[in-house]
């Protein structure tokens, strides 16, 4: 379907932080994702990736993960300077930050899906991130608001690498009520076998409901279609499986 596009600002702890918004154009009621990017923010192959969910059928929320560090709008660019740009400004953010981030878009999906005009089904509330974002939608599932959490090659959950100071997300795996996919590529540096398995570990132990696909060949970030590691076959394959994930999270229960 048809899409609309538009930003929206929320404050977070004096920050305002900037969040981009895909919507389907048709009127209705939809789920809404929160939808974390990369290092890079929001440049358009993340764009990209928000308006193609949208047309799913969902109201794609998207924050700028560096509001603090960053004035509103910074893309940064996927070069050498650039990663290290970004790796700095994750390094430089407290792990309580990005928590803070994920509850204001929930409770912005929560507030304005009780208005009547509003497009939000505040009782459907997913979250999906790439890279650092993949880590960041899956302890965004630390909240009981999230049914569904779709995690592309998340880094940093099997080690507690996220932002200043250690992440718990991998002892805190039982606060997940929702369903969760993961995605991961079976070259990708940064997450190797090892680190896998780990973070399969703590979801068995945890007893979390999830969904783990092995994308044979695929690279760290190959769902970027401006990177020499974009993997088209795979990153199909992926929206082919998140797709039916999140229609049969949302569209075959009732909360």
């Not at 959490?149 to 997940?176: F, N, Q, W």
């Not at 994308?215 to 190959?222: C, I, L, P, Q, R």
Request: charged share 25%; aromatic share 10%.
């Amino acid at each position: 379907m048809q899409i609309t596009k538009r930003n929206v600002d929320l404050v977070v702890d004096d920050s305002l932080m900037r969040v981009y918004i895909a919507a389907p154009q048709p009127a209705g009621r939809y789920p809404g994702i929160l939808f974390y990017s990369d290092i890079y923010q929001l440049g358009s192959p993340i764009t990209r990736l928000a308006n193609h969910l949208a047309g799913y059928g969902y109201v794609v929320a998207a924050p700028e993960i560096f509001h603090r560090i960053e004035p509103i709008g910074t893309v940064i660019e996927p070069n050498d300077l650039g990663r290290m740009q970004g790796n700095d400004d994750a390094r430089r953010t407290a792990i309580a930050e990005y928590d803070a981030d994920a509850r204001a878009v929930i409770d912005f999906f929560k507030q304005d899906g009780l208005k009547p005009e509003s497009q939000i089904d505040p009782n459907k509330i997913g979250t999906m991130g790439f890279c650092i974002g993949g880590h960041l939608a899956f302890r965004a599932a630390f909240r009981d608001e999230v049914k569904a959490a779709v995690c592309c090659y998340p880094t940093g959950i099997h080690i507690g690498k996220l932002g200043r100071g250690v992440a718990d997300t991998l002892s805190r795996m039982g606060e997940v009520k929702g369903k969760v996919f993961l995605a991961f590529g079976s070259i990708d540096p940064h997450i190797p076998e090892d680190a896998r398995q780990k973070v399969i570990q703590g979801l068995e132990n945890a007893g979390v409901d999830y969904t783990l696909s092995l994308y044979e060949g695929a690279n760290h970030t190959f769902m970027r279609d401006d990177s020499d590691r974009f993997d088209p076959v795979a990153t199909d394959r992926v929206w082919a499986e998140v797709t039916a994930f999140l229609s049969q999270v949302f569209q075959d229960r009732t909360f």
